[in-house]
């Protein structure tokens, strides 16, 4: 028993790492570190117009040819990270967390994305890897408009 609590916190800090790293590694535009938290087999769930994207190769040419293109700067806030294991299967863990990502366009124009990320990692051979990544975008749009929202709630 202990040794399984052991190995759930390990793993917990491990998938947190990963959780991390993207956004380090989108951020960095470091495609190295990017590709080596996602699993060969890897599946990215996003709403139009990213689509569906299936396996790591086309994972990369998504970002290079077109969100890392679309970003003059970005920064990644993931927070509220939660990690839950599977029942019966020390392999494969869920997560939920919330994203905001900033920045600013090739125009200069300050974005603002919030929204959360629905993970799944699984273990192969003793290492970690995001196997699947559902993307729910709440709200999209300049950092102005962003900003604008909040100063009117905050007078209500």
Known sequence: MENIRIDRLESHREIEALIANYAHAFDNRDMDLFLSIWDDDCTLIAAEPLRTIHGATALAHLVEQQLWPT??????IITNCTVKFEDGD??????????????????GIGQALVGSYRDIFVRRSGIWKLASREVDMRWGGSAETLLAKIEAKSEQ
């Open 90 to 107: 020390a392999d494969s863990a869920r997560s939920l967390s919330n994203v905001c990502c900033i920045g600013h366009n090739h125009q």
């Open 71 to 76: 970003w003059q700067w970005s920064m990644h």
